[in-house]
């Protein structure tokens, strides 16, 4: 391959996105793995695979898979009634699983998630993201630090989310928020200000970290009581010997195979895992700036192979995960090089230097993944959206409410159900274009049938055909159309041949092909 200037300034260019997807990435992976119940160490173990060999075998240029906060239930509840060697064991079937829906081509399926439904699940999780941070940024990190999609903050369920939001303002701390405020106003200014837009070399979300860090030594160093302590920072687990190292990875017990729990748990993995890589690799695509289309059956493959690779070595579960996906968007990802970086960068700072990044700062996370929330969730797609029209707008809010407050699997189906409900409503007023209102008795109605016209579209028709005007005559041209489904051509002949004698309807049929046979009316040219 021919390396030139511009190769090794995209190279530049995704090797900085790699390291932004990173920072996000590291809390993701422990926090999830965490809420999971699974050992911390499992999850960077995940967030490697996804990124180096997920990142390598998959065709898409911005996706970035690993953990993910949508199976923590699924989880949650394997390890608890497998044990964590079966389980793991789960985790290789699942992905076994994968690789036949791969090579089954399932993916296309994704092909039909229409575009308000995604929108909708975007805008979603950048409003959860906004909801889930928030506690981080103000210093309210008791509970699993890092865990981005918990939808509990403590574990006080009789309070509801806003009154834990509201409860999260008692463990306010003056330090977190001001390393918050003034991480936002260093990713605003390089978002906004042209000069520092331009220095590519140092990404807003890098200089967050970095001033995070800084800012918070000063705190220690000065005595300070804005100084935030180790509940508030980033919590890697550092091993003191190879032998201490080795000793987090984990091997499937093969023994369980028998167990049919095992197989139900890696059917549920499997499925929910292929769902959710499906809609983010849609959902990736859409907010690509080159508008590349990523083959989903080849990230099926992809996914399959990391999950077998990640349950083999004491990993948990992984898929497409939009949340690191937005961030590797945002910050000028251009080939998947960005997220076999990431990857690296996961393994490198698990083998030489977790204890200093356990000196960064929550709050500068939460600050990078609040912008992110805001530009998944601005006004202006809900502007967007409201001009497309009401069969756009209706299922993308539907969407985006069930996701919000249900789940993210749950709120895409209602959202796909609704859309569906308005994709057969809009079929059967379009399969024709006719006007009543304009036509009276005694006069030539013209009945244009679509390209498609389909057995949904039959109660439409045989509605028009029965309300039309006494004494008229009725032209239906098939001129434009590629298909008629048998129900509708029955219609149509039935009223022509005995139909239309009632009313004195003179009816002639134009354009329609030989096959359908309409030639038992005298009417047909």
Known sequence: MKFNSSSFLTLKTDALSGLVVFLVALPLCLGIAVASGAPPFAGIITGIIGGIVVGFLSNSNVSVSGPAAGLIAIVLV????????????????????????????????????????????????????????????????????????????????????????????????????????????????????????????????????????????????????????????????????????????????????????????????????????????????????????????????????????????????????????????????????????????????????????????????????????????????FKHMWDAGKFQFIPFIVTVIGVVGIDLLKGVGIGLVVSILFILKGNMKLAYFFNKEKHKEGETIRIDLAQEVSFLNKAAIKQTLVHLPANSKVIIDAKDTVYVDYDVLELIRDFVNIGSKGKNIQVELQNFKEVYQMEASNHVH
């Open 78 to 381: 394997a390890i608890s009634n497998l044990g964590y060697e079966a389980f793991l064991l789960a985790v290789v079937i699942a992905g076994i699983f994968q690789l036949i829906l791969g090579f089954a081509k399932a993916g296309t399926l994704s092909n039909y998630i229409p575009s308000g439904v995604i929108e909708g699940m975007l805008t979603g999780i950048g409003i959860i993201i906004i909801k889930k941070e928030f506690p981080h940024a103000i210093g309210y990190d008791t509970e699993h630090e890092g865990d981005f999609f918990s939808y509990h903050i403590i574990d006080k369920a009789d309070q509801g989310f806003w009154g834990e939001l509201i409860h999260s303002f008692n463990m306010a701390h003056t330090g977190i928020i001001l390393v918050t405020v003034i991480s936002i106003v260093l990713l605003i200014a390089f978002n906004n200000i042209p000069f520092l837009k331009k220095i590519k070399a140092m990404p807003g979300a890098l200089i967050v970290v970095i001033a995070g860090i800084i800012i918070n030594e000063v705190f220690r160093m000065t005595g300070s009581p804005l100084f935030i302590d180790g509940n508030h920072l980033v919590k890697l687990p550092v091993a003191s010997s190879l032998n201490e190292f080795l000793t987090q990875f984990n091997l499937p017990d093969f023994s369980s195979v028998t167990k049919p729990a095992v197989w139900v748990t890696a059917a549920t993995i499997a499925a929910v895992a292929s769902i959710e890589t499906l809609l983010c690799l849609e959902a990736g695509d859409k907010m690509d700036p080159l508008k590349r289309y990523s083959n989903a059956n080849t990230e099926l493959k992809a996914q399959g192979i990391g999950n077998i690779l990640a349950g083999l070595v004491g990993g948990i579960p992984l898929t497409s995960v939009i949340v690191r996906t937005s961030a590797n968007v945002n910050a000028g990802a251009r080939t998947k090089m960005s997220a076999i970086t990431h990857g690296v960068f996961l393994l490198l700072a698990v083998v030489l230097i977790p204890s200093l990044l356990n000196k960064i700062p929550m709050a500068c996370l939460a600050a990078i993944l609040i912008m992110i929330g805001l530009k998944l969730a601005s006004p202006k797609i």
